[in-house]
């Protein structure tokens, strides 16, 4: 069983910033790709942002420059630091890891998600 916790959520000034951090925990043997995703009313899931085990790196283009993501590989840790935060920003954001268990099983992992909401 694995699970991931997210935690850094919710309520910001436009213009603010916000850490998000999500762990996961369980029979981990090893945790490929990680990646943030986001929600917002009545608009479809996207893919924020996504990192590899080695440090690569993608994002969508609103967040380029403003949100980075980043892993600790020994705590099994994905992280979304997200700078001048914008109304548009406001969602649930979730976390997902590509995860290999101590059994080999191989599927992806989510989270419960974080609200983050941006006041203007």
């Known amino acids: 069983q694995v699970q991931l916790v997210e935690s850094g959520g919710g309520l910001v000034q436009a213009g603010g910033s916000l850490r998000l951090s999500c762990a996961a925990s369980?029979?981990?043997?090893?945790?490929?790709?990680m990646g943030w995703y986001r929600q917002a009313p009545g608009k479809q899931r996207e893919l924020v942002a996504s990192?590899?085990?080695?440090?690569?790196?993608s994002y969508v283009d609103s967040v380029k420059g403003r949100f980075t993501i980043s892993r600790d590989n020994a705590k099994n840790t994905v992280y979304l630091q997200m700078n001048s935060l914008k109304p548009e920003d406001t969602a649930v954001y979730s976390c997902?890891?590509?995860?290999?268990?101590?059994?080999?099983?191989?599927?992806?992992?989510w989270g419960q998600g974080t609200q983050v909401t941006v006041s203007s």
């Open positions: 997902n890891a590509d995860v290999i268990t101590t059994t080999m099983r191989h599927f992806t992992s």
């Open positions: 369980g029979s981990i043997a090893s945790i490929y790709s």
């Open positions: 990192i590899t085990r080695s440090g690569s790196t």
